[in-house]
């Protein structure tokens, strides 16, 4: 750990935008078809999941066995579900506060990237006109192990040219805490506390946050 952080890594989905209720939706839509409910609770279970992985979650909810030829099939049923709906994301649906603390990073020199588990991340990033402001995209696209490992945020950091010491990493789940732990980085929790404990810091979301007041804070516990 440092006290001179160089770059932050976002998480995307639950992060930046609230993309869980889409997900919910399209995962809920197959297990209707399948024939069992699905409910918002157990959709935590799924967040910072990979799609696949995800799809094991909910057949074993729902009791169900497939194939491994039915559980391709299945995955990408529920991607183009979930597609239909990101399509028509605007720029409206980045959560507040986002664009003003990415707005102060830049100001400030801070260099940004994305670490995300989704395959979907650059057309999410399209749609809601948040692209630009990422130097590097680490996604579902170019890393094979989901988090809690670490890789989706140290290519990220590698692509950054930044060690990960001087990383920060901004995780709504679980696991994207455990990964960036696991990545020798900083990490700030945003959301639940009961559910992030274990990140250097936790905020609930990025209204009134200043980059300052966050670093202070994460310094301080050094
Ligand atoms: C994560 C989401 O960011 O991406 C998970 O939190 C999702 O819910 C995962 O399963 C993979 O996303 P996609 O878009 O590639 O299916
Ligand atoms: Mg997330």
Redesign the pocket.
């Known amino acids: 750990m440092t006290k001179n952080i160089k770059a932050c890594i976002f998480?995307?989905?639950?992060v930046l935008v609230d993309?869980?209720k889409y997900?919910y939706l399209a995962w809920r839509e197959l297990a209707n078809s399948m024939g069992f409910d699905f409910t918002e609770k157990q959709n935590e279970r799924?967040?910072?999941?990979?799609?696949m992985?995800?799809l094991e979650i909910l057949l074993s909810i729902g009791k169900v066995e497939k194939s491994d030829a039915e559980k391709l099939q299945l995955?990408a049923t529920?991607?183009s579900r979930?597609v239909s709906l990101i399509e028509k994301m605007t720029p409206d649906e980045v959560l507040p506060g986002v664009i003003s603390f990415l707005d102060e990073l830049k100001a400030k020199g801070i260099r940004i990237a994305l670490g995300?588990?989704?395959?979907?991340?650059p057309m999410i990033l399209e749609r809601t006109n948040i692209g630009h402001y990422f130097e590097a995209i680490s996604d579902?696209n170019i890393i094979s192990k989901a988090k809690p490992d670490p890789e989706v945020f140290l290519t990220a950091a590698t692509l950054l040219g930044v060690e990960p010491q001087a990383c920060l990493v901004f995780e709504d789940?679980e696991a994207g805490v455990e990964a960036a732990i696991a990545g020798g980085m900083s990490v700030v929790g945003v959301g639940d506390k009961l559910i992030l404990h274990r990140a250097d810091i936790i905020i609930e979301n990025f209204v009134g946050q200043s980059v300052d007041f966050v670093l202070a804070l994460l310094y301080d516990k050094y």
Not at 11 to 14: A, E, M, S, V
Not at 46 to 51: D, I, P
Not at 116 to 121: G, P
């Open positions: 998480d995307l989905d639950g993309t869980a997900h799924l967040k910072g999941v990979s799609r992985a995800s995955a529920k991607n979930y995300s588990a989704s395959k979907n991340a579902g789940a």
